[in-house]
């Protein structure tokens, strides 16, 4: 960056015009543009990198490979038939011995540039002589910086290479005469002379201003440097808004180093811009820069039919939209800022209506934007009728028809009502919607956003979720049994994901899980349902990982990173599943084997819940929640129940009344926003503590004493 700017937003002032003045781009607007707005900036045709985009104060930033492009390409044609990878061998990597080698037609030495093909130009003067400038680049290229070194400061460039770069100025060959101007300007702003780049640029513009576009341009962003730190703000100024409009690559930056800081600065730029295109630059900054609105209220001042004011007005469309007062959150937005909103977007539209009255630029443009702006407030036939004209007048433009098809889409979902006409409308207007639209992410969401809700209050929950992830069980808790604990629910999801038959099933399928997620899904039920042979055949051992523990270690106290050091990869997702499947065949058969058994699935099961030291298994899963304890807990009950023995009763005691615990959670009482006060958090287990406690004596039921304090205390 070549300038210093007094802040990253732009101080000036709208003086003399009373009109409304709003702070420059900064952070934390937006976490993503393209996901908080829903207009396409590229229908405008303009560089993007000159949208609105809160995350990138710098507008696109600096120069970035243009003057690689200067070296390369440039050098390339300069001289026909050495090519770029020699030529960037030579620019790169050859010293200055050998660039004096080669300059005296030396073709042995050095010998790895022996076989280049720069010895096939037949002009040995010509080659001589670019060799010699090179050789000043090279030199001068260690200087080139203004920050300061190890030892503090900077080491500017010595003055015998300026001079060297101001003698080459007068090279009859154009190519390196542009080039020694160049490398003089440079020279003598690491030097810090700021009225000497500035005299350079004057004294030789003609010469600098080609043949290379990209050293132009570049010259004239080291002349704005000068200017600044010589306090002529004004043409400083100026040349800023010149580049911004000519040259892309330093676009960004030059927008982001324009900085009058009061009155008279803004003033001296005004006058010392001559013609309508100079002052539409200006005005085309500071509305890029401040207030969009006001930069094309005098652009069009200036030139009617200019391109440049839909830039501007867009960029204002983004930044309103871009506050999103309706997605992102769940709580209502506050009433004074949709207002505020809102009328922000009635005097963009008004503005549009009258580029339209008067015929101004592409108004299918102004269309576009108002019918946009009709879409957002929910006017449907407004929408439909504007975009409907901006079609017709560009039936073969994929941004103008994407977009169009996009707003229409949002104005549909503004009042949509469950029905079959409308679900077909919506399919349609997104079947149009083309891969060139690049704020589809934006769309999608606040569609399925608004969908959602509807559907679910319908009675079609599948649709519901499939429209968007988490619209049912937005909690995970009752106090209804939860969707996704429904077998037959996650099975109709399944159905519409792999067979939508209409275009709207096929819209609501797309994007939101896939059949591999929901076939997980599946699998999961089944096994928390106690179907472990069903889960075993719906399971993908493809997609079966080592556990990083033993669900089946049975201990009091879980002890996550030491069984994760001790047991890590002793099993995997498929052997648990079939090892259950192996010991519910035991539980069956009953005796003391099967309440062993019983004990084994049980605490795989609770290990599995998300509470459990095995819970990444259930990751990518909606099974796995506080009442899917409850299988555990019928396990450890079957245990106790099959078993004779009063240790092996306590040890089923002990894990029916931790699988309880995690239960208790779930209930509606204890998920209300009003517990009972004096009830234990979490709450106690009320059913299995007291008959833990009818096995006072047994060895287990003193080791429970010790490592519990929990059960110990409620047992006094």
């Known amino acids: 960056m070549k300038l210093v700017t007094t802040s990253a937003c732009l101080a000036l002032a709208l003086f003399a015009r009373g009109e409304r003045v709003r702070a420059c781009s900064g952070m934390g607007e937006a976490w993503g543009i393209m996901f908080d707005t829903t207009f396409d900036p590229g229908v405008v045709g303009e560089w993007a990198g000159l949208g609105w985009d809160p995350w990138v104060p710098t507008f696109g930033g600096a120069c970035g490979d243009c003057i690689d492009k200067a070296r390369s390409a440039d050098w390339t044609g300069y001289l026909p038939g050495v090519t770029a ?128 576009t990209d050293l132009k341009w570049d010259a004239e962003h080291y002349l704005a440097g000068a200017l600044i730190r010589s306090g002529k703000r004004g043409r400083a100024n100026l040349e800023l808004a010149r580049i911004a409009m000519a040259y892309e690559p330093l676009a960004g930056q030059a927008v ?9 600065d803004w003033k001296e730029a005004l006058r010392l811009a001559k013609t309508t295109a100079d002052k539409v630059a200006l005005w085309r900054v500071v509305g890029i820069r401040k207030d969009g609105l006001v930069g094309a209220r005098e652009v069009l001042a200036l030139d009617p039919k200019s391109p440049f004011a839909a830039l501007l007005i867009v960029r204002e469309l983004t930044k309103i939209e871009g506050r999103a007062m309706d997605r992102w959150s769940s709580d209502p937005p506050d009433p004074v800022a949709v207002a505020a909103q809102q009328k922000e977007y009635g005097a963009l539209e008004k503005f549009a209506l009258d580029q339209l009255a008067k015929r101004g630029d592409r108004p299918y443009l102004w269309e576009l934007i108002s019918g946009h702006i009709a879409a957002l407030r929910g006017d449907l036939s407004v929408a439909r009728a504007r975009m409907g004209r901006a079609v017709a007048a560009q039936p073969t433009n994929a941004r103008v028809v994407s977009q169009a098809n996009a707003s229409l889409a949002l104005a549909v979902s503004r009042t949509y009502k469950v029905d079959a006409s409308l679900e077909a409308e919506l399919a349609t207007l997104w079947g149009k919607i083309g891969y060139v639209f690049n704020r589809g992410h934006a769309v999608d969401e606040i569609v399925r956003r608004r969908l959602a809700p509807l559907y679910l209050k319908a009675g079609q929950p599948a649709v519901a979720e499939l429209l968007r992830k988490g619209t049912v069980d937005p909690d995970g808790t009752p106090p209804t049994k939860l969707k996704w604990r429904d077998l037959s629910f996650i099975r109709e999801l399944m159905r519409r994901e792999t067979t939508p038959k209409t275009p709207f099933e096929k819209l609501v399928a797309s994007g939101t899980y896939t059949k591999d997620e929901l076939q997980f899904e599946i699998a999961m039920r089944l096994l928390f349902d106690g179907d472990f042979a069903g889960a075993q055949a719906a399971y993908d051992n493809k997609r079966s990982q080592k556990l990083s523990q033993d669900p089946f270690v049975l201990k009091i106290r879980d002890t996550y990173d030491a069984d994760r050091a001790k047991y890590r990869g002793t099993a995997t997702y498929a052997s648990l599943i079939a090892r259950l499947v192996e010991l519910d065949v035991k539980v069956k058969a009953g005796g003391e084997a099967g309440a062993e058994a019983a004990m084994l699935i049980g605490n795989a099961i609770y290990n599995s819940t998300y509470t459990g030291v095995s819970k990444w298994m259930i990751e990518g899963s909606h099974a796995g929640g506080a009442a899917d304890a409850e299988l555990a807990m019928r396990y450890f009950k079957k245990a106790h129940d099959l078993s004779n023995d009063r240790e092996t009763k306590t040890r089923a005691a002990v894990f029916a009344a931790k699988a309880e615990m995690i239960m208790r959670i779930a209930e509606p009482a204890a998920a209300s926003a009003t517990p009972d006060p004096d009830e234990a958090s979490p709450p106690m287990p009320k059913t299995w503590y007291p008959i833990l406690k009818t096995y006072k004596g047994t060895r287990y039921y003193n080791e429970v004493i010790k490592e519990c304090g929990r059960f110990a205390s409620w047992a006094k």
């Open 85 to 212: 990878a020699d030529w960037k061998k030579i620019l790169d990597g050859a010293t200055d011995s050998e660039l004096l080698a080669m300059k005296r037609g030396s073709t042995s030495s050095p010998k790895k540039f022996a076989a280049s093909s720069v010895w096939k130009v037949a002009d040995k003067p010509r080659l001589a002589a670019a060799f010699e400038y090179v050789r000043l680049a090279r030199k001068l290229e260690p200087h080139l910086t203004l920050e300061t070194n190890y030892q503090g400061a900077p080491t500017p460039p010595p003055p015998e290479l300026l001079t060297l770069a101001r003698d080459g100025i007068s090279n009859r060959d154009p190519f390196l005469a542009q080039r020694y101007a160049y490398q003089a300007m440079r020279a003598a702003f690491y030097r810090t002379e700021w009225p000497v780049v500035i005299k350079l640029h004057d004294d030789h513009a003609a010469v600098l201003a080609g043949p290379s």
């Open 256 to 264: 982001f180093e324009f900085s009058p800081k009061d009155e008279a």
